[in-house]
């Protein structure tokens, strides 16, 4: 399970962590990814160019999944496991929508 924290300074500065506790090793790289790069979603249903520079950590397991990032703007992202909470665990859930944003994606999407 991962827990994330964000705190702000008395001067306005925020700060933001977070663990990642996984029951596996993890090989994290940090990738820094230029404005305007084009890749394809998870899913590999959309082709999309993010509007913002940014940088992140994840692993490349082909394709590179980023957990987490911070563009250019400030904004920050953090894709956190909760195994109890994931949507898949339920079987009697409700079809995906037709255009999802997984998780793993949000990270790169702004």
Known sequence: MCTAISLQTRQGKTFFGRTMDFSYSLDPEVFVVPKHYQWNNLSNT????????FIGIGQNISPVILADG???????????????????MNPHRRPP??????????????
């Not at 959309?46 to 509007?51: F, G």
């Not at 911070?70 to 898949?88: I, K, Q, S, T, W």
């Not at 929508?97 to 702004?110: A, D, G, I, V």
């Open 46 to 53: 959309h082709r999309i160019s993010n509007r913002y520079s």
């Open 70 to 88: 911070v563009n250019e703007m400030g904004l920050a992202a953090a894709a956190l496991y909760f195994r109890a909470m994931h949507p898949m």
């Open 97 to 110: 929508p037709k255009s999802l944003l997984r998780p793993l994606s949000w990270s790169t999407f702004y």
